[in-house]
């Protein structure tokens, strides 16, 4: 592993499943993110982590819950996927919260709700 | 409310000078970056400005006025490969990143 890895690339998921994205980094990174981006739009923050144990809400929470349980891992659960989550989903991390020297940014997971 | 305003997309010649503007209005300001993002990839770190005035990094350079709200990302010498989406994102008060909805730069031979 080098730098960010994310799992799986792409999935087509049934409306109403529960879905959990994976999200794992080698770089001891202390900050964690998780952003979706749609067609048009800007990158949107979900949740992010500033340290292991904690975890924060972003932009567009709703339908979405994160863990972080230890530095390296920052899982992405969808309870009840619904179309609307149709997205590609990008993890990043940053040396710590508010780093200027740029986040790190995995190669991200299309996730198609039908 | 907060908004990163940049054009939607812009087209250049290889071997030429662009420019690509972003304006903003957020709440608080640490700093404005900007990002590459070629087509199905993940975006990639530019550059950072957080004081006003231009920072020069190899053949990209990136502006910044905190009075006028306002950045440009400068690409000289343009290669095909610069072909991608451009990213603006602000810092905002809470140090969390506000982004615009990207450039896409479309470099014609």
């Known amino acids: 592993i080098a730098g960010i890895t994310q799992a799986p690339t792409s999935q087509i998921l049934a409306a109403g499943r529960r879905m959990t994205l994976r999200c794992t980094q080698d770089?001891?990174?202390?900050?964690m993110y998780w952003y979706r981006q749609d067609l048009g739009l800007g990158l949107r923050l979900i949740h992010y982590?500033?340290?292991?144990?904690?975890?924060g809400k972003g932009e567009v929470p709703d339908g979405y819950s994160v863990s972080r349980a230890n530095t390296d891992d920052f899982p992405l659960t969808l309870a009840s996927a619904v179309p609307s989550q149709t997205s590609v989903y990008f993890c990043?991390?940053?040396?710590?919260?508010?780093?200027?020297?740029?986040?790190?940014f995995g190669s991200g997971t299309r996730l198609t709700v039908v | 409310g907060q908004n990163i305003d940049q054009p939607t997309e812009m087209t250049a010649t290889e071997g030429a000078i662009v420019q690509i503007n972003c304006t903003y209005q957020?709440?608080?300001?640490?700093?404005l970056f900007w990002y590459q993002q070629h087509a199905g990839e993940a975006p990639t770190f530019l550059s950072y400005?957080?004081l006003d005035g231009l920072e020069e990094k190899g053949r990209f350079s990136s502006f910044l006025s905190r009075s006028k709200g306002y950045s440009y990302l400068l690409l000289k010498e343009l290669q095909m490969k610069d072909s991608a989406s451009y990213l603006c994102?602000?810092?905002?008060?809470?140090?969390?990143?506000?982004w615009g909805a990207g450039t896409k730069l479309i470099i014609k031979p």
């Open positions: 990043a991390s940053s040396l710590q919260g508010g780093e200027t020297n740029g986040y790190t």
């Open positions: 770089m001891r990174h202390n900050a």
């Open positions: 982590s500033n340290t292991a144990g904690t975890t």
């Open positions: 957020t709440s608080g300001f640490n700093g």
């Open positions: 400005n957080v």
């Open positions: 994102a602000v810092m905002d008060s809470n140090y969390q990143l506000i």
